[in-house]
């Protein structure tokens, strides 16, 4: 047996390029020039501000993606809790010194860009926690004295963020810690307990719900209400989808985007513009390349032999999963307006930042596959 030191100081350049994923980077950067091809339509078919801008974010953090590649997964380990710690930090620097914009402060002013630390903590959260259950014996991981750091971990980033407030990101915090903790072998009894006390205290969290977020509840149980006002952006974004029929109306030819009936068709509703101009089968080819990517991830998780490794690429890759489900839903009228953006394709650099850093961790997971994290 070769010790861990020994193996990886046998790895080359050449070895650590060799092992690669390229399906994942190919599809990837495939989703990213995709991506590019939606902003430049949403600017009317020129190179404006959201499009020049997304080039750049793309370029740069597909760069830091695969830079992080070929960081040891043992390092991406032992600073698991400091990475959350420092999220953490930023979250609370959120509370008191963000940056307020449409009735929300969710961003820290970093003088060349404004960060959404919410959009990090997806990550910070996975990690810290798939560390945690690395380090505890099946055997120990139902036991009280367990469940109380986990416990904590969780519920923190979440009061700050939907504090914000930004129900949809917390709540996405939320489905990416429990999948680690389902993954690790928590019981299903603890989950069926928390559901029925979700379920208790529903009545009076609603009651501290902003007005606008109540009206989405309600706008998303019957759209027709306000068609003008809280249901019209849903009505348009189903409009919009239907109208690309099964190959859509042709590149920068969506009338419902062009006419700005769509509002936010930059961010969280760019799928909507991209079923309108490539119809049935180019929403097709987007679902296969998220497809793709999930595979690839779960792939990469089967074959590396740190159950840390594991254990994130698992969980991240249900959580990517959980964010691209609940984007397509939101559109089509599935699920409530929550703010939540789609990966990669969503105009967003702190949104792609965490993705691209998720994604680099996943392939450190890859390139050190046969490395075991002490």
Excluded at 44 to 72: A, C, D, P, W
Excluded at 76 to 89: A, K, P, Q, R, T
Excluded at 198 to 225: C, D, G, H, M, W
Excluded at 264 to 276: G, P
Aim: overall charge positive; aromatic content about 16%; proline content about 4%.
């Amino acid at each position: 047996m070769f010790k861990p030191r020994s193996i990886q100081s046998s790895l080359s350049l050449k070895d650590k390029i060799f092992s690669i994923d390229y399906i994942l980077v190919i599809s990837i950067f495939i989703l990213g020039l995709t991506s590019i091809l939606a902003m430049y339509s949403t600017d009317g078919g020129e190179f404006k501000y959201h499009t020049n801008s997304h080039i750049l974010r793309f370029f740069v953090f597909f760069g830091m993606f695969i830079f992080f590649s070929f960081i040891q997964l043992r390092i991406w380990h032992n600073h698991s809790y400091l990475i959350y710690f420092v999220i953490f930090i930023l979250l609370l620097g959120v509370k008191y010194f963000g940056l307020t914009s449409s009735g929300s402060r969710r961003w820290l002013d970093l003088y060349f860009m404004n960060l959404q630390p919410s959009e990090l903590m997806k990550i910070g959260l996975i990690l810290f926690l798939s560390k945690y259950y690395h380090r505890i014996s099946i055997e120990n991981i139902n036991k009280i004295k367990f469940l109380f750091l986990p416990i904590v971990v969780l519920i923190a980033p979440i009061i700050l963020v939907a504090t914000q407030p930004d129900l949809g990101t917390s709540i996405l915090i939320a489905a990416g810690g429990l999948t680690v903790a389902w993954l690790a072998g928590l019981r299903i009894k603890f989950f069926a307990y928390s559901f029925l006390a979700f379920i208790a205290i529903l009545p009076v969290a609603i009651s501290f719900l902003k007005p606008y977020q109540k009206s989405r509840i309600l706008t998303f149980l019957n759209p027709e209400r306000d068609p003008l006002g809280a249901g019209y952006q849903i009505i348009q974004s189903k409009i919009a989808i239907g109208s690309g029929g099964l190959f859509g109306k042709g590149f920068l030819q969506g009338s419902q985007s062009y006419l700005d009936y769509l509002p936010e068709k930059h961010t969280d509703f760019i799928f909507t513009l991209f079923s309108e101009e490539f119809g049935f089968f180019g929403s097709l080819f987007i679902l296969f390349l998220y497809a793709i990517i999930v595979w690839r991830i779960v792939k990469i998780g089967n074959i590396t032999r740190s159950n840390f490794g594991k254990l994130y690429c698992y969980s991240f890759a249900t959580a990517f999963f959980i964010y691209v489900v609940v984007n397509m839903m939101m559109v089509l009228g599935l699920l409530p307006i929550v703010g939540s953006p789609l990966p990669i394709m969503s105009y967003g650099g702190s949104s792609m930042m965490a993705i691209m850093l998720g994604l680099g961790i996943v392939m450190s997971c890859k390139v050190y596959k046969d490395i075991p994290v002490n």
